[in-house]
């Protein structure tokens, strides 16, 4: 008996018709090269309906970019130029301005001058991440005015207060709030809803504690290398460097002595180090900075981070924290 056989290219039909249903938009594209290799445009040989419609329709098969947007910017061009050169899957998110839609775009090169695009749209996921950075930025501005309420309010009690001890015990208070506020203002000015510019926070930081140490004739130094954590760390790090600088105002330099505070901040071997270093009295019997508050408090934050905490004192105090960098170390192309 006789097989059955398929008909011709019935199977190339069949991928051709699942190519076309798709709600994602995928093309075959040829690069255009100038004389010296370099990228300068790309034709559509082939695409899907969902591609084209992108670019204005079926009319947009076989024609380049360059003809079909004159507006592409140059460093659309570098981008396609570094991704064939390197010659491996790429992927970035893409806003195309003038539809007013973001697409995952996936890019395999198969060959020097041959490259498979796929563009998924994201728009709705995009426009709910703007609308929840919207939330998340008006939830920061309002901590931010409690929390100043909240040192409004412990300050007023510091002044009406006619014990010495308790004036000082709220005006630390005072400080390790407005630490967490500080974090907070940043958050809402910068619009990030996750991470914090940890420098340039230890830098705001060290100015405000600086304004009063300075009228105790100390200065305070930062030495920070740039570091990016996340917000939630940014609170329990900028509390802890408040508590070390506190402490070290207090006691290295009881009035009428005066001297200076260098802070420290590097990275480096997946940890993060924090240092707080005087030129004063030092620790003497390992007790005087040990039992209050402050460094218990430091302790315990650093405890809970799975951090340790050194003292050396020699010609002073160095305290130094260090951390487990929790950066997952993941990057993202950006394309504008």
Same mark, same amino acid.
Not at 55 to 71: C, F, M, N, V, W
């Given at each position: 008996?006789?097989?059955?056989?398929?008909?011709?290219?019935?199977?190339?039909?069949?991928?051709?018709?699942?190519?076309?249903?798709?709600?994602?938009?995928?093309?075959?594209?040829?690069?255009i090269r100038d004389d010296a290799g370099k990228v300068i445009d790309y034709r559509i040989r082939e695409a899907n309906p969902a591609y084209l419609r992108g670019?204005?329709?079926?009319?947009?098969?076989?024609?380049?970019?360059?003809?079909?947007?004159?507006?592409v910017s140059e460093r659309?061009?570098?981008?396609?130029?570094?991704?064939?050169?390197?010659?491996?899957?790429?992927?970035?998110?893409?806003?195309?301005?003038?539809?007013?839609?973001?697409?995952? @775009?996936?890019?395999?090169? /198969?060959?020097?001058?041959?490259? !498979? #695009?796929?563009?998924? *749209? $994201?728009?709705q996921r995009k426009q709910t991440e703007a609308h929840l950075a919207h939330l998340f930025n008006e939830l920061n501005h309002r901590v931010k005015n409690n929390l100043m309420m909240v040192t409004a309010m412990l300050s007023m009690q510091a002044r009406g207060t006619q014990?010495?001890? @308790?004036?000082?015990?709220? /005006?630390?208070?005072?400080?390790? !709030? #407005?630490?967490?506020? *500080? $974090?907070?203002?940043?958050?809402?000015?910068?619009?990030?809803?996750?991470?914090?510019?940890?420098?340039?926070?230890?830098?705001?930081?060290?100015?405000?504690?600086?304004?009063?140490?300075a009228r105790r004739g100390v200065e305070i130094r930062l030495e920070a290398q740039p570091l990016v954590v996340a917000s939630e760390d940014a609170v329990q790090m900028g509390i802890i460097v408040n508590e070390l600088?506190?402490?070290?105002?207090?006691?290295?330099?009881?009035?009428?002595?005066?001297?200076?505070?260098?802070?420290?901040?590097?990275?480096?071997?997946?940890?993060?180090?924090?240092?707080?270093?005087?030129?004063?009295?030092?620790?003497p019997a390992g007790e005087a900075r040990e039992s209050g508050l402050g460094m218990r408090l430091v302790r315990q934050l650093v405890k809970a981070r799975g951090g340790e905490v050194d003292l050396a004192s020699d010609g002073g105090l160095t305290a130094t924290v260090t951390l487990p960098d929790r950066a997952d170390g993941s990057a993202e192309v950006q394309v504008s």
């Open positions: 008996m006789a097989r059955s056989r398929k008909g011709p290219g019935r199977e190339t039909e069949r991928r051709i018709e699942l190519f076309d249903v798709l709600r994602e938009g995928v093309a075959l594209c040829e690069m670019l204005g329709g079926q009319s947009a098969l076989g024609k380049t970019i360059g003809e079909l947007r004159p507006d659309w061009y570098a981008l396609w130029h570094r991704i064939m050169e390197a010659g491996k899957p790429t992927r970035f998110d893409y806003e195309d301005p003038g539809a007013k839609r973001w697409y995952d @775009v996936h890019i395999t090169p /198969l060959s020097r001058d041959e490259v !498979v #695009q796929l563009y998924i *749209d $994201v728009t014990e010495p001890r @308790v004036r000082e015990e709220l /005006l630390q208070a005072v400080d390790r !709030v #407005q630490s967490i506020s *500080d $974090v907070h203002a940043i958050l809402y000015k910068t619009g990030s809803t996750e991470t914090v510019q940890f420098d340039a926070y230890l830098g705001e930081l060290c100015r405000r504690l600086g304004t009063a140490a600088i506190t402490n070290a105002v207090k006691h290295a330099y009881p009035p009428p002595k005066r001297g200076k505070i260098i802070v420290g901040l590097d990275a480096g071997d997946d940890a993060i180090r924090l240092s707080v270093r005087d030129f004063g009295q030092g620790l």
